[in-house]
């Protein structure tokens, strides 16, 4: 649980902390009484056993006073008193916060520290040694998938139409495009990259002419003039069916078939334009602009957005599925491949330590400002209370011992005063 001025509070700590220090201050406190107790009945005792006694009890009453003081004066006033230079921790809170603030900043968010401390902990051969333990890879591809599946599945899509409608869509409304797309399909045809669009639409083609004879004959048919014989409308409109599948299957075939070559020469000429030519570039930056204006446009962005989201989704959360199985097989290839290559291991922790550095230069100032800024928040009183509970049964130890020492020393110098001559 949280208290009202950011302190973790855990009642039942707390309360064992009190408990704690209560025991440790009767301890304190009952040593001081019987001190006094001792002394008082040894008063008047100054020679033999009894005068050292009186004398060690005398002294222990007062390093116990003493250190009463110096403890009690960290938290608050002794006896209510308001004397000079006590109740440090009330008063003095923001100092403190200061103070720790620096000692933080200076003794650890230093570039050498954090270098050393990252090179000791070994982050990426930890984590492939982690990845290879037994289910963890799973674990990992699960947490992941899901995640994932829950991200993708609750990103509006009135959100993602207006990315579309706002942001994207008027950006390539106004980017010009031609030259881009004219180095693009330049070097799509010096990559030869379309080639295998041209082998498609060719299959498609010879695919449809097989599929559909009728069809193709009929259309020749009615182009044909109507004073030729039908008969030998058939036989033409045959043998140019069957031509065209010939002709479809010579370019499929020749690599450097002319009709290819054709395609190609017009394919390059129409990337120089789209590059070089001003009535060119003009012309297809108004058809981009109709294209994008389009209400369809938006529509058909966001059905695909729809359709790539659902597939996502739906790979993601199944189980068993290839995504799932692909990704556990990464992951632990690439744990294993980083725990083989000392190298590799290498290279990554070092850019690991560089952001750590970057982030600690970056941010390091901010970081330290939240202890100084949270102290600084936090009420006086009740700083020194919550100080007091962690803190303060070990200090008891301090008013311990300044009893039994304060009484050791009296004892010395009662005895130095015995032996030295009147």
């Not at 000692?103 to 982050?123: K, Q, T």
């Not at 390539?172 to 799509?188: C, H, I, N």
Request: proline share 4%.
């Amino acid at each position: 649980m949280s208290g009202p001025l950011a302190f973790a509070v855990d009642p039942a700590v707390d309360a064992r902390r009190r408990r704690d220090l209560r025991q440790m201050r009767l301890v304190a406190t009952g040593l001081l009484v019987l001190a006094a107790v001792v002394y008082v009945l040894t008063r008047g005792h100054d020679d033999g056993v009894l005068g050292f006694v009186n004398a060690g009890a005398e002294a222990s009453m007062v390093g116990a006073c003493a250190d009463w003081f110096a403890v009690t004066a960290l938290f608050r006033h002794p006896l209510g008193l308001p004397i000079p230079h006590t109740a440090l921790i009330p008063r003095k809170k923001e100092m403190l916060g200061r103070s720790l603030e620096e000692f933080v900043g200076e003794n650890f968010m230093r570039e050498d520290i954090i270098r050393e401390r990252v090179a000791d902990a070994e982050p990426t051969r930890r984590a492939a040694e982690w990845a290879l333990g037994p289910g963890h890879a799973k674990r990992l591809v699960d947490e992941v998938a899901t995640v994932g599946a829950h991200a993708l599945a609750r990103i509006p899509d009135d959100d993602v139409r207006a990315v579309i409608e706002q942001a994207v869509l008027p950006r390539l409304m106004s980017e010009p495009v031609s030259s881009l797309a004219g180095g693009l399909l330049d070097q799509v045809v010096k990559d030869d990259a379309h080639v295998g669009l041209v082998d498609l639409a060719l299959d498609e083609m010879r695919t449809w002419l097989v599929d559909h004879e009728d069809v193709f004959e009929s259309l020749i048919i009615r182009r044909a003039p109507t004073w030729v014989p039908a008969a030998l409308n058939d036989i033409v409109a045959r043998r140019i069916h069957v031509e065209a599948l010939k002709w479809v299957a010579d370019i499929r075939r020749d690599p450097d078939h002319e009709v290819r070559q054709a395609l190609d020469g017009l394919l390059v000429d129409l990337a120089h334009n789209l590059q070089h030519d001003p009535a060119t570039q003009e012309k297809a930056e108004r058809l981009k602009e109709r294209l994008l204006s389009h209400p369809q446009v938006s529509a058909t962005a966001m059905s695909l957005w729809v359709s790539a989201r659902g597939v996502a989704i739906s790979a993601l959360e199944d189980v068993d599925g290839p995504l799932r199985s692909r990704a556990l097989a990464e992951v632990v290839a690439l744990a294993e491949r980083l725990l083989a290559d000392d190298a590799l291991r290498g290279r990554i922790d070092a850019r690991i330590t560089d952001m750590a550095v970057f982030a600690v230069e970056r941010y390091g100032t901010e970081l330290t400002q939240v202890i100084s800024q949270t102290v600084d928040r936090w009420d006086g009183k009740e700083t020194a209370e919550r100080v007091e509970l962690q803190v303060g049964r070990d200090l008891q130890f301090i008013r311990i011992n300044g009893t039994l020492v304060g009484g050791l020393i009296g004892v010395l110098i009662h005895a130095v005063s015995v032996l030295l001559p009147s």
